[in-house]
């Protein structure tokens, strides 16, 4: 993830019509003695803001991506009403998480984070060449991970990665909602 890129993603939600931006900012932080980047993801859903998140990655000498933790803010009616879902790994017993492997396996299981009761965001590898069609392009050879949390253990989603962009896809697996990338600013 270069500093200055925004990935953009679009679906249609039963709450309306979901935009996301995802920007790599140039700000890193360091948490556990580990420089890490800062990401800012905001969700609107018809215009509305929803959620403003400052997430934190690093990446290994080996290539894997960790997740040190996030700052989440959800708004409604243009207020902040929680910051529920908010972790840094050392913080009360949080500990960082892979988000990206850098030689994923079919059938591995990981954390991508760890914050009990918090946020316990896990996922497995269950394809290494499958292929998506988004608004952005039409990607084969993709890494398809099914994420879930003990938190949440009727909720699973689909995410497709192509190598040289990252996350291309988001599919509820309960209602086949999807999100797409529909744009990279650079």
Known sequence: ????????YEGVTEKGTEHIEVYVTHDTKTILGVTCTAVRDTVTVDGELLEDTIDWYAQ???????????NSLEYEG??????EGSWTAGVEG??????????????????????LGEAEDMAEVIGLNQSTSVPFGDYGNCLKTKDFSPLEPDVFEHKF???GVGQVQTVDTNTGQHLDLISILK
Request: zero cysteines.
């Open 78 to 83: 243009g207020l902040v009403v929680s910051l």
């Open 94 to 115: 949080a500990k960082p998480g892979i988000i990206m492997e850098a030689v994923p396996q079919v059938g591995d299981l990981y954390r991508q984070e760890f914050a």
């Open 1 to 8: 993830m270069t500093p200055g890129t925004t990935f953009v």
């Open 161 to 163: 990665y192509a190598q």
């Open 60 to 70: 290994d000498t080996t290539g894997n991506v960790w997740y040190f933790g996030e």
